[in-house]
């Protein structure tokens, strides 16, 4: 059974910092791509950051230089380290694990981020 886990979101004030954790089992996890989407209240889930099996990393735009994104493939973890976060950084943020290969795509639930003082 495939679980995607994500932990770490809560209430930041602007210009605070957050780091969020995906958990991932029952999958080979070095071998998927795995990525940071989040969704914001009334809009589209977003691609947020991506990483891929041999680490190589991608971001939106309007994260760069402010998150990173990382995997620890011993422990089955990605994490999305948050800096400068600002009010339009609020959404949930879901964690995927992706590979074209076998054709699986897995999403997590979810964790709430939200910026504000």
Same mark, same amino acid.
């Given at each position: 059974?495939?679980?995607v886990v994500e932990s770490g979101g809560g209430l930041v004030q602007p210009g605070g910092s957050l780091r969020?954790?995906?958990a991932?089992?029952?999958i080979i996890f070095s071998a998927y791509a795995m990525g940071w989407y989040r969704?914001?209240?009334g809009k589209q889930r977003e691609l947020v950051a991506v990483i891929s099996s041999s680490k190589h990393t991608n971001y939106a $735009?309007?994260?760069?230089g402010?998150?990173?994104i990382s995997r620890d493939n011993a422990k089955n973890t990605m994490y999305l380290q948050m800096n400068n976060l600002n009010a339009e950084d609020t959404a949930v943020y879901y964690c995927n694990a992706r590979s074209a290969l076998r054709g699986? $795509?897995?999403w997590g639930?979810?964790?709430q981020v939200t910026v504000s003082s």
């Open positions: 059974q495939v679980q969020l954790s995906c991932a089992s029952g969704q914001a209240p $735009d309007f994260v760069k402010r998150f990173t699986h $795509d897995y639930q979810g964790t």
